[in-house]
């Protein structure tokens, strides 16, 4: 089970953002991190914990192991108001949690 | 440009049957996994199930074990979702997402579809 905290942010554009996703056993570093904005499919952000995707800013960073990980937004920008997903992929099934919701 | 579009999604009555479709353009799938994500709207995101194209291998949830069957037509780049035995709390937004990578232990996803709505009610 991934448990994600907390479910919703309420923050201020330019604010350093600190999202967290807890597994409920541990997953190595099998831990990916999604955003979703209203309306559309999610897109990845970080793979294998830390390691972003083709595309994704610098202000996005991965850090974890185990059953603790962390996602930061360094400054947060308009766009980046949506919810976040994480999922483990170490052991069948597929696990998501259940998101933060990140609004102004 | 990588694109992946859904279709097939409907208004079913329980009991009944529907085949979702996940068609794969600019991009060869080779030995890749390619799975169905559904999200129930307003709600978080769940796995279905994945099938490895290139092996045929497959894996399910369990609240869709038994009733639900991935497929794949590597002629096609294309993969299917046959629905069976459809219940209310099957109702949802299905996702057609690729994992890019030769290693069936490397299941996330960078490539997603819009998604395609299943409602299933009488």
């Known amino acids: 089970v991934m448990t994600q905290s907390p479910a919703t942010l309420s923050v201020s554009p330019g604010e350093r953002v600190i999202l967290s996703c807890r597994a409920s056993?541990?997953?190595?570093?099998?831990l990916a991190w999604y955003q979703q904005k209203s309306g559309q499919a999610p897109r990845l952000l970080i793979g294998?914990?830390?390691t972003r995707a083709t595309g994704i800013s610098g202000r996005f960073s991965g850090s974890g192991s185990g059953t603790e990980f962390t996602l930061i937004i360094s400054s947060l920008q308009s766009e980046d108001f949506a919810v976040y997903y994480c999922?483990?992929?170490?052991?069948?099934?597929?696990?998501f949690g259940g998101g933060t919701k990140v609004e102004i | 440009e990588v694109q992946v579009l859904e279709s097939g999604g409907d208004l079913v009555q329980p009991g009944g049957s529907l085949r979702l479709s996940c068609v794969v353009s600019g991009f060869s799938l080779n030995n890749y996994g390619m799975a169905w994500v559904r999200q129930v709207p307003g709600k978080g995101l769940e796995w279905v199930s994945v099938i490895h194209v290139g092996g045929g291998s497959t894996n399910y949830a369990d609240s869709v074990k038994g009733r639900f069957t991935i497929s794949r037509d590597n002629s096609k780049d294309t993969v299917y979702l046959q629905m069976n035995s459809l219940r209310a709390d099957d109702t949802a937004v299905y996702y057609c997402a690729i994992a890019p990578r030769n290693g069936w232990d490397l299941l996330f996803f960078d490539y997603w579809g819009q998604g395609t709505l299943l409602t299933v009610s009488s």
């Open positions: 056993q541990s997953v190595g570093t099998k």
């Open positions: 999922q483990q992929y170490n052991e069948w099934p597929l696990t």
């Open positions: 294998g914990a830390s």
